[in-house]
């Protein structure tokens, strides 16, 4: 089983930072791609940001310029690094990653973390 173990949530004044970060464990070799979901109340869960295995990233529109996704294979761990952030980003993110199998993909996520955006 895939373990994503997520930490760096809070509350933030807007315009503030922070930095989520995401460590994976379990059985980690199919994984081909990792990810931040967000999912504000009254909102579907919607797509942050992902990174695959060859490094590629893909952000939402509503995020580009102000959110960046990185990682560190060595601990298998991704981050997200949220700036200039707006009170529309507060939302329970998600750490996701996706496991390629002859079977087709799995998706695993998170517990999730709160993110507030509030004066």
């Known amino acids: 089983q895939v373990q994503l173990v997520e930490s760096g949530g809070g509350l933030v004044q807007p315009g503030g930072s922070l930095r989520l970060s995401c460590a994976a464990s379990?059985?980690?070799?199919?994984?081909?791609?990792r990810g931040w979901y967000r999912q504000a109340p009254g909102k579907e869960r919607e797509l942050v940001a992902t990174?695959?295995?060859?490094?590629?990233?893909n952000y939402a529109d509503s995020v580009k310029g102000r959110f960046t996704i990185s990682r560190d294979s060595a601990k298998n761990t991704v981050y997200l690094q949220l700036n200039s952030l707006k009170p529309e980003d507060t939302a329970v993110y998600y750490c996701n990653a996706v496991e390629s199998s002859p079977y087709g993909d799995n998706n695993y996520w998170g517990q999730g973390t709160q993110v507030t955006v509030s004066s």
């Open positions: 990174i695959t295995r060859s490094g590629t990233t």
């Open positions: 379990g059985r980690l070799f199919t994984i081909n791609a």
